[in-house]
């Protein structure tokens, strides 16, 4: 059964310091989801690519948080530089369309920031 | 704007029925998804109504009424393996919204 990849699974970082996260979809989903999840909150959408295109980054920290996804397949989402606040699970999710249909989420980076 | 409210905690004894209410608010409805997320792991997609009426997936059926911006999740048969986090998710347009989640406590 497809799967969505992400890694790495766990990352200790200091703040101040740039890390970066991959994200591979299930093959043939031309949309791409970052979210963020705080401990007890619900997932929250960071940047949707539809192919390589960005179609929402609203909540997106533009200041440190960047995210690519080049050639419309795999994606790259990087803080630099990370801050105590980041600390949290950073889930990837892919679909086959985008409007609203059964989204498949990866396993997530779970973030450290000391 | 979107936002969605459901019930922070749910507890319920093993064998029973649950219910997990969320309404919401939104511009451009698609549908209502259901997602259920154990500790430490990803959510994993449970159900999804884009029409009114009811969807039932083995032990779990969902229900959307769009004229009352209402759905519900039903949870039939309780086990153990069902205390879980369960988020109603709102799709308006492009984009897909998420609640807080209802953290679901399954009793012996």
């Known amino acids: 059964e497809a799967e969505v990849a992400q890694s790495p699974r766990y990352k200790i970082t200091e703040k101040s310091q740039a890390v970066a996260f991959w994200c591979d979809p299930i093959s043939g989903h031309a949309t791409l989801y970052w979210y963020r999840q705080i401990l007890g909150q619900g997932p929250e959408l960071l940047v949707q690519?539809?192919?390589?295109?960005?179609?929402?980054d609203s909540q997106l920290p533009k200041d440190r948080f960047s995210a690519e996804r080049l050639k419309g397949v795999d994606s790259t989402l990087k803080i630099q530089p990370a801050e105590l606040g980041d600390s949290a699970m950073y889930l990837c999710?892919?679909?086959?369309?985008?409007?609203?249909?059964?989204?498949?989420f990866g396993p997530g980076t779970r973030l450290l920031v000391l | 704007g979107q936002s969605l409210e459901q019930p922070s905690e749910v507890t319920a004894v093993e064998g029973a029925i649950v219910q997990i209410n969320c309404t919401y608010q939104t511009s451009g409805f698609y549908g209502l998804s259901w997602y259920q997320q154990h500790d430490g792991g990803a959510p994993t997609f449970l159900s999804y109504?884009?029409?009114?009426g009811l969807e039932e997936t083995g032990r779990f059926s969902s229900f959307l009424s769009r004229s009352d911006s209402y759905g519900y999740l039903l949870l039939q048969e309780l086990q153990m393996k069902d205390s879980a986090s369960y988020f109603c998710?709102?799709?308006?347009?492009?984009?897909?919204?998420f609640g807080a989640g209802t953290r679901l406590f399954v009793k012996a």
């Open positions: 690519f539809q192919d390589e295109s960005v179609v929402d």
């Open positions: 109504n884009g029409l009114d």
């Open positions: 999710a892919s679909s086959s369309m985008g409007q609203g249909e059964t989204q498949y």
């Open positions: 998710a709102v799709a308006g347009g492009f984009k897909t919204i």
